[in-house]
């Protein structure tokens, strides 16, 4: 094990963290996320009986106007099917991109198209303890579920320093021998997109990241989605969908759903752990030799956030302009944590 707080900079989540997506063209569009051992499939459709009928329709809080008649919405519905790995559930798929992701970050209209946004890009940014860590998302991807008008539309600019232009037709997602459109397209989510990538947002997979350490559960294995606090749980409005769908499933099947890492809560601000050696340790722990650990997490509100010029004072709700909860933690070998929140 690393305990070299410099050397979270480049590792990567380990390899049981990560899922794949596929897609099926034909007869219905659909993408699946495939764990170790389950898959969520995921099919746009606007026949709410077809939806009902199957059992499972899950609609998005986003709706469209109709452009044929103003006074109508337009809800779009996605078809959310979560069942155990088998070869004959995917055998009509192919691979949507042989690089690994890291969980979905949940479902979006835009210009009435549903997308799926999942983290391509993540790495290690802290550990607040054993079995406990965080990481800092470097890049996500929106797919179209209603559409397949944006399947080779690349970023103009690429947020993967690491692969060329000349390398984008070898790695693009939906296939091989599909490059750059004649006529540069910018994708729906382009901003989104951006934003997400920027380095301020974090996930964990392995606990509550939205709550302070006295707020989760004693046991550190249980980790339970609807415990979220909205308040720092930046894409709740897109990961909400998924949420219901979640709490329509048999227990066994939501136990499994959560211990798939296919649903993640992003929070936005800082975290880092800090390692500090046995010699200089206020609690030292002679028999393990182990290190100390000590984690700063600072989380941004996403109920007031914005520019000091634009964002400020407080609303009638009580939310306050920009606010931020910042936890300090420390962890010793000897199984003592200690967290202060301000």
Not at 249 to 276: N, Q, V, Y
């Amino acid at each position: 094990m690393e305990y070299s707080s410099g050397a979270y900079s480049s590792q990567a989540p380990s390899p049981e963290k990560s899922c794949e997506l596929y897609i099926r063209d034909y007869p219905h569009r659909s993408i699946a996320i495939v764990s170790t051992s389950h898959t969520l499939i995921l099919r746009y459709t606007t026949s709410t009986s077809e939806a009902i009928a199957n059992g499972s329709l899950t609609s998005l809080a986003a709706s469209t106007r109709s452009r044929g008649n103003p006074g109508e919405a337009l809800v779009s519905k996605c078809m959310v099917e979560f069942a155990p790995v088998s070869r004959h559930l995917l055998q009509d798929y192919r691979r949507l991109t042989h690089r690994p992701i890291y969980g979905t970050l949940g479902l979006i209209t835009v210009n009435s198209e549903v997308f799926l946004s999942v983290i391509t890009h993540a790495t290690r940014a802290a550990t607040l303890r054993p079995g406990e860590t965080v990481e800092r998302i470097n890049g996500v991807a929106f797919y179209c579920l209603s559409s397949a008008d944006y399947d080779d539309v690349v970023p103009l600019e690429s947020l993967d320093p690491e692969f060329s232009d000349s390398a984008s037709v070898q790695s693009a997602p939906y296939g091989q021998g599909l490059g750059r459109r004649e006529v540069a397209m910018e994708h729906p989510c382009h901003e989104l997109r951006n934003l997400l990538s920027n380095g301020t947002f974090y996930y964990s997979t392995d606990f509550d990241l939205t709550n302070r350490l006295q707020d989760r559960p004693i046991n550190s294995n249980s980790f339970e989605i609807d415990n979220f606090d909205d308040g720092f749980l930046w894409n709740s409005f897109m990961i909400s969908p998924l949420v219901q769908f979640r709490s329509r499933l048999m227990p066994h099947e939501r136990a499994a759903l959560d211990s798939s890492r296919i649903l993640t809560s992003a929070i936005r601000g800082f975290c880092k752990t800090m390692t500090i050696p046995l010699s200089s340790s206020p609690l030292k722990n002679v028999k393990s030799g182990m290190p100390s650990f000590m984690t700063l997490i600072s989380r941004l509100s996403c109920r007031r956030a914005g520019t000091r010029f634009n964002s400020r004072g407080i609303d009638d709700d009580g939310h306050v302009a920009n606010f931020v909860e910042t936890e300090t933690t420390f962890w010793s070998p000897a199984g003592t944590m200690f967290s202060y929140a301000q």
